[in-house]
């Protein structure tokens, strides 16, 4: 099981930039891959970014491609998500989410975090 606590929201005008961290314990970071969701009101969870167990790949969501960057830190156990030219549309909750695979992660993660909210004023 690997326990998720993500960091790094808040406020921020359209146009700013913003890092979200996701720091994870219980097991092997290494092994498994991350990714990035998230829940604007009213909205069903979308995914937003991934990352494979090595870094070598990275899945990023239309919406914010160009924009987004995802990376990790296996030395660290902690996962990135580079936030820039953040839209008002962007405004949500961020829940870091883990998975087996990017297929798993996208479809069924096993573990999430508990979430950190990110507002973007127009």
């Known amino acids: 099981q690997v326990q998720l606590v993500e960091s790094g929201g808040g406020l921020v005008q359209a146009g700013g930039s913003l890092r979200l961290s996701c720091a994870a314990s219980?097991?092997?970071?290494?092994?498994?891959?991350m990714g990035w969701f998230r829940q604007a009101p009213g909205k069903e969870r979308e995914f937003v970014a991934g990352?494979?167990?090595?870094?070598?790949?990275?899945y990023l969501a239309d919406s914010v491609k160009g924009r987004f960057t995802i990376s990790r830190d296996n030395s660290k156990n902690t996962v990135y998500l580079q936030m820039s030219s953040l839209k008002p549309e962007d405004t949500a909750v961020y829940y870091c989410?883990?998975?087996?695979?990017?297929?798993?992660?996208?479809?069924?993660?096993?573990?999430w975090g508990q979430g950190t909210q990110v507002t973007v004023s127009s």
């Open positions: 989410a883990s998975g087996i695979t990017i297929p798993k992660l996208t479809t069924t993660p096993g573990s």
């Open positions: 219980g097991r092997a970071l290494s092994m498994i891959a």
């Open positions: 990352i494979t167990w090595s870094g070598g790949s990275t």
